[in-house]
């Protein structure tokens, strides 16, 4: 079994950044894709990005392609989400989650492992 901690979330305006961690501890995970979903109040939880371990390939949700980057830390064991010119409507709990296979990156039900989430609020 593997955990996941998230940081980073907050408070921001309209057109501001954040960065959010994700450390993980437990298994490797050098054969699989970590990334990141995000679920607003009253909706579906949504696929933002993703990354292969191996760093190889990434996966954007055409809403934030552009304005949000994922990164991992190998070393550290740690997956990063850079969100810029945020908007009110990236306002979420956000997800960091490990463990699918690199075909399946933008299915949650890929997935096996999930943190605790962290809030981002944008302001308009």
């Known amino acids: 079994q593997v955990q996941l901690v998230e940081f980073g979330g907050g408070l921001v305006q309209t057109g501001g950044s954040l960065r959010l961690s994700c450390a993980a501890s437990?298994?490797?995970?050098?054969?699989?894709?970590m990334g990141w979903f995000r679920q607003a109040p009253g909706k579906e939880r949504e696929f933002v990005a993703a990354?292969?371990?191996?760093?190889?390939?990434?996966y954007y949700a055409d809403s934030v392609k552009g304005r949000f980057t994922i990164s991992r830390d190998i070393a550290k064991n740690t997956l990063y989400l850079q969100m810029s010119s945020l908007k009110p409507e990236d306002t979420a709990v956000y997800y960091c989650?490990?463990?699918?296979?690199?075909?399946?990156?933008?299915?949650?039900?890929?997935?096996?492992?999930w943190g605790q989430g962290t809030q981002v609020t944008v302001s308009s």
């Open positions: 989650a490990a463990g699918a296979a690199p075909g399946r990156v933008r299915n949650g039900l890929a997935y096996d492992s």
């Open positions: 437990g298994r490797t995970f050098s054969s699989y894709a």
């Open positions: 990354v292969t371990w191996s760093g190889s390939a990434t």
